[in-house]
């Protein structure tokens, strides 16, 4: 059963759990432009004396594009029933596939965003981007540049503070 607000301690270890078995979604983008893109790097935390989830959004993305726009973007919890829409959404590019027609997942207003939550999920994220960096070379040691950027595909780490976080109880 949906709960209208969580707390961070109900929704952490089920939120890593999920960060260890796979992958979560990002949900970018409103009205017209929307998008799903899976992620598998991520963090949850206090910084700045906010609950901030941070998510690392490569520049090439479709994503990267509309959180620029937006400044917002949901982090969504899937359950274990929508593996084959996870592989879709980590495979194509919003550009040029329209994921929530595809997967056939629900895109919802968020509560307190313009960007969409995933109905289908079990747990949602409303995040407004407070703050963000660049990965770069010289910021990165010679074992993340070899293993995590082998072409030059830097992320943008953007930490959104987190509005609400609501769903299901894990």
Not at 63 to 74: A, G, Q, W
Not at 77 to 99: F, N, T, Y
Not at 145 to 166: A, E, W
Request: proline share 3%.
């Amino acid at each position: 059963m949906k709960k209208d607000e969580l707390s961070l301690s109900d929704v952490f270890k089920c939120t890593y759990d999920k960060f260890d078995n796979g992958v979560l979604l990002v949900s970018a983008g409103s009205d017209g432009r929307k998008n799903i893109m899976t992620i598998g790097w991520g963090l949850i935390g206090i910084l700045w004396r906010e609950p901030v989830f941070m998510v690392a959004v490569r520049d090439s993305r479709y994503t990267h594009e509309l959180i620029e726009e937006t400044n917002e973007f949901t982090v969504n919890i899937p359950g274990d029933d929508i593996g084959e829409a996870i592989k879709l959404c980590g495979s194509v590019s919003g550009r040029d596939h329209d994921k929530f027609k595809e997967t056939s997942l629900t895109a919802v207003a968020g509560k307190n965003v313009q960007v969409p939550i995933i109905s289908e999920c079990l747990l949602h994220f409303e995040c407004k981007v407070i703050g963000k960096t660049q990965a770069t070379p010289e910021k990165l040691s010679e074992e993340v540049l070899q293993s995590c950027y082998p072409r030059d595909d830097f992320h943008t780490l953007y930490y959104g503070k987190i509005l609400s976080v609501y769903g299901e109880e894990c």
